[in-house]
């Protein structure tokens, strides 16, 4: 069953991604000719540099940032490339590999939680959003002109990085939690079963709400 709910999750995730960048290109000059789509993989190859105009603090953002990215593709690799695709539990060096990068990842994680909180927090500016959202799945429209997002416009994360940075967040908290209970003889074999299936799914739907995060940071500053 995991193995199924994963698939669907991940076609549905890139699916829904690609429709979007079809649909609402991130920038006015963004085609698909090969000049263009070349363009596009150097601009997004320049983005993992640090740039010399940030400061110290900036810099360290960064670089966290790229860590916890890092670990996050090793541990979304290993993990669900074991488990989905081969169809077995991790074991050997492999599962060494998961714990270092799991360990890693657990620190920047709560590292930039605490440092980007108020850069992400909700404002007044991000209501027009909710309403177009709120909206469409109560396919009741408003009368008048929407504002402006004033968030997206001063170069602030929108609302949609704001919702998956919280959900990564709260996510975040029984992924680890669910691991390091299962390491020490606290529980019984029961128990012991519900935190596994716990840390896959909620391993599952951290690593789709962050693949949407980071799609949403990469529109972000190529339409810059």
Known sequence: MFRIISIIGFVVTFLGIAVCCMALPCCKECGWRPGQI???LVHLFTLLFVEQKLSLLGVFKKLVYLVALLCFVILAV???LTAVVLGRSISGYWIMLQTTAGAVFAVCVAVLAVMWACRHRFNESDWPGL???LERITLVKRA???PLNRSQADGVPGLGQKITFWLLVVLALPLILSMVSSMFPLFGTHWQELLLELHRYSAL????????????????????
């Open 131 to 133: 309403q177009r959202i």
């Open 144 to 146: 008048g002109e929407e």
């Open 78 to 80: 290993n993990g669900f």
């Open 205 to 224: 739907l951290f690593a789709l709400v962050a693949i949407v995060h980071i799609y949403l940071v990469i529109r972000t500053r190529m339409s810059e």
């Open 38 to 40: 070349l363009r596009r």
